[in-house]
Structure formats: structure tokens, C-alpha cells
T-cell receptor, first 112, second 115 residues
Framework: GAGVSQSPSNKVTEKGKDVELRCDPI?????LYWYRQSLGQGLEFLIY????????KSGLPSDRFSAERTGGSVSTLTIQRTQQEDSAVYLC??????????FGQGTRLTVV | AQSVAQPEDQVNVAEGNPLTVKCTYS??????LFWYVQYPNRGLQFLLK??????LVKGSYGFEAEFNKSQTSFHLKKPSALVSDSALYFC?????????????FGTGTRLLVSP
């Protein structure tokens, strides 16, 4: 595709429910990032995938958060037992090794 | 650890005037430096990068940035601001030498260009 695609663009969920956020990166981009942007806040690193290497999970805020990347392409970020503080925009980006990252439009998650 | 500081939450400038958005960084090795822009309800758009070479790098929409190693700065500049430049700007750094690929972002600077 022409760019990074994230779905859904908006998600409203009830507290305690699980959610899955999807990222479809640009073909050939081996690096993939997930960031979280809370209202009025900067960008918080969550997780990084590079090729077949073990992901850097150092930014995941709790064990309720997990992510996987299948076949070196599509990635899914899963949040279990959502809490209101999980409400944020979740941004996915990708790129080639040692170059800039290109980001999708983000998924706005609202936990009510 | 890598870090980025954007000391100004907001920068106000009149249309047609030059603008500067400040960024300083800290890395243990050599930096890769990036600027991104975010328009309301949009994702991040890449503006420009410094990897190596000339200290002055040019990017999209007439923006440029100057890498200053002694001052550990990478300020974003534009000679003549447009109202349409009003957006949120993020500086980011990656440490080249560690192999650690995480992009660390600053807290962002809101640019407001008045007509």
C-alpha cells in the first residue's frame, strides 16, 4: 500500500474488555514501532520489532499490553482488561533499518 | 540513555516571519535526528533527518534544520512562516552507535502562525 494503515481508526470500549489494534506497514519495511500519545502528552514508546530479532518490549506499561508481528508484516497490539488510563491515540510506524520511520494515522482508543 | 528536550511548549510567530523550533538531544554515541509534524487528528508526518554529512539539512514544505554537535542541538527553521504551518512539531533521536533502534521523541512544540 501507499502508506502505513492502522485499524480501526476509532475504538470505544468498555472498561475491562480486551481490544486489538492492527497495523499494516509499508511493504519491505522491516522495522515496526508502536507508540502511545495521550491527550496533551508526547509520544510514549511501547514496542519495537526489527526483522526476525526479538522485539524490544521495554516500553510496554504493564503485562496487560502485548504485541505480535506475523510474518514480518502485520502487527497487532493487544490490550487486555482495558482501563480508562489506556485511553490514547496509538500510533504505528515502520521503516528500514537506520532510517526514518513512517507513521499511520493512529487508532484513537476511548475506554468508558 | 537517549533523550530529547523541546524547551518551548508553544511558539508564536506572524506569517511571513522566520520561525525556529528548538531541540536539544543527549545520546552516548552519534545521533540520528529527525523532525516530525502532526496536524490535528492526523498521524505523524516525517519532515527531515540528519544522519551524517552537511550540518544543514533541508526537508519538506521549506523547512530546514541545523545540526550543532557542540551544542547538541537540532533546531527546526523556516525563513518565512505560513499560517498552514500551524501544527505540533516533534523532534526525535536515535543513537547510531548502540544498535538500539528506539526512536525517542521530545514532548512536542505547538507552532501557531498568525495571519
Amino acid at each position: 500500500g501507499a502508506g502505513v494503515s492502522q485499524s480501526p481508526s476509532n475504538k470505544v470500549t468498555e472498561k475491562g474488555k480486551d481490544v486489538e489494534l492492527r497495523c499494516d506497514p509499508i511493504s519491505g519495511h522491516t522495522a515496526l514501532y508502536w507508540y502511545r500519545q495521550s491527550l496533551g502528552q508526547g509520544l510514549e514508546f511501547l514496542i519495537y520489532f526489527q526483522g526476525n530479532s526479538a522485539p524490544d518490549k521495554s516500553g510496554l506499561p504493564s503485562d496487560r499490553f502485548s504485541a505480535e508481528r506475523t510474518g514480518g508484516s502485520v502487527s497487532t497490539l493487544t490490550i487486555q482488561r482495558t482501563q480508562q488510563e489506556d485511553s490514547a491515540v496509538y500510533l504505528c510506524g515502520g521503516g528500514r533499518l537506520n532510517t526514518e520511520a513512517f507513521f499511520g494515522q493512529g487508532t484513537r482508543l476511548t475506554v468508558v | 540513555a537517549q533523550s530529547v528536550a523541546q524547551p518551548e511548549d508553544q511558539v508564536n510567530v506572524a506569517e511571513g516571519n522566520p520561525l525556529t523550533v528548538k531541540c536539544t538531544y543527549s545520546v552516548s554515541g552519534n545521533p540520528y535526528l529527525f523532525w516530525y509534524v502532526q496536524y490535528p487528528n492526523r498521524g505523524l508526518q516525517f519532515l527531515l533527518k540528519y544522519i551524517t554529512g552537511d550540518n544543514l539539512v533541508k526537508g519538506s514544505y521549506g523547512f530546514e534544520a541545523e545540526f550543532n554537535k557542540s551544542q547538541t542541538s537540532f533546531h527546526l527553521k523556516k525563513p518565512s512562516a505560513l499560517v498552514s504551518d500551524s501544527a505540533l512539531y516533534f523532534c526525535a533521536v536515535r543513537d547510531m552507535n548502540t544498535g538500539f533502534q528506539k526512536l525517542v521523541f521530545g514532548t512536542g512544540t505547538r507552532l501557531l502562525v498568525s495571519p
